[in-house]
């Protein structure tokens, strides 16, 4: 018999409904994600930490979690984006207690329990969206009904108060591949479709820890990568990747990385109210009609007003205008806001990635 949940809000709203995965309380800013497949990407996805993850599609779990079979190369499988969960929590409609598909290795139920992930399960979560879209910011708190875990004493936890690129990044120097043109991707909590795709493009990957000085680094040009929190609690990574636009190699920046390289080029960020989060949002290159469907996850956005001279907005979001990306006039310094490398997601901004690729000589 499974054990009853609670869902508690900042606002003082309580849902009740049924734990899956492991009886453990958690807390953190509640987001939810539009998307229909690409649920363990998603749980993985390193920029989710510190977060309460709603999935507004009811059916999850229904096709399982693939096998994580790391022994024939040193690649995070595909059908994941880190080795290990990273978001406080799940809310979902019902999970599938069967999961049918021939790379199905074990439930998510299970899995969330090997993961140590609690997840609540019963309750109306199109309500739920209602309530986040209706209460910026809003934080909540995941409690197991028994004696082992309820903790009344448990805090709202807000990831932006915190540097959380620390808790997510690789904390050891390591290099992924093999290829005449070397990337130096800073790890913010990057996801590893990223670097399968440098890696299916013939680069050597030189995956760096958040903190690296940069300086020391030998490479063709900086891949920074995605990652949780607020982009102005990263250390000395901005002043670093400021010292880097003073060279000529090639940048790439995507989602927290687009953020840190505006932050580095004098831009300024700003929280949102309610953040873009799914696989189906939509932009368009600016001064163009030309339109693409993107995955994305963050919270934070650039102000487009506040760019410096010689930088230009690349893209912007078509629902609500917001900054999608950037670039200079006369370097080949670069970053969006969504996620190219589209794990889970749609491909259509897939050559942003090669055209980097190809501009590291």
């Not at 109306?124 to 879209?133: G, S």
Request: charged share 20%; net charge negative.
């Amino acid at each position: 018999m499974r054990t009853k949940c609670a869902l508690i809000l900042s606002t003082g709203d309580r849902f009740e409904g049924v734990l899956i995965g492991y009886p453990k309380v958690r807390s953190g800013e509640m987001v939810f994600t539009t998307g229909m497949v690409g649920y363990s990407e998603a749980i993985t996805d390193p920029s989710y930490f510190g977060q309460i993850l709603v999935f507004s599609y009811p059916l999850i779990g229904n096709y399982g979690i693939p096998s994580f079979d790391i022994s024939k190369q040193d690649i995070v499988p595909e059908g994941f984006e880190s080795t290990n969960a990273h978001l406080g929590a799940i809310i979902l409609t019902t999970d599938s207690t069967e999961a049918h598909h021939w790379n199905s290795y074990q439930s998510l139920d299970r899995w969330l329990y090997d993961q140590h992930v609690p997840g609540l399960i019963g309750i109306d979560t199109r309500h739920l969206v209602h309530i986040i879209r209706s209460n910026p910011q809003l934080m909540g708190r995941v409690e197991p009904l028994s004696d082992e875990a309820i903790s009344s004493s448990y805090e709202f936890y807000d990831p932006s108060l915190n540097n959380v690129v620390s808790r997510v990044s690789t904390t050891q120097r390591r290099v992924i591949g093999k290829g005449k043109k070397r990337v130096g991707l800073v790890d913010c909590g990057v996801k590893w479709n990223i670097v399968r795709q440098l890696v299916e493009y013939g680069c050597e990957v030189d995956l760096l820890p958040w903190d690296t000085d940069l300086n020391t680094v030998d490479c063709n040009g900086w891949l920074l990568s995605n990652g949780p929190g607020n982009p102005e609690n990263t250390g000395t990574l901005i002043t670093q990747v400021r010292q880097q636009l003073k060279n000529i190699r090639p940048i790439l920046g995507i989602c927290l990385g687009h953020q840190i390289l505006a932050l580095a080029s004098g831009a300024k960020t700003s929280r949102m109210q309610y953040g873009h989060r799914g696989h189906n949002q939509p932009v368009y290159l600016c001064g163009t009609r030309r339109g693409f469907i993107t995955s994305q996850n963050h919270g934070y956005v650039v102000d487009t007003e506040t760019l410096q001279e010689g930088w230009k907005p690349w893209f912007a979001n078509v629902n609500d205008q917001t900054n999608e990306g950037i670039f200079h006039e006369n370097q080949l310094f670069k970053s969006v806001q969504f996620h190219p490398e589209a794990a889970g997601g749609p491909r259509d901004t897939a050559w942003i990635i090669k055209e980097f690729v190809e501009s590291l000589g």
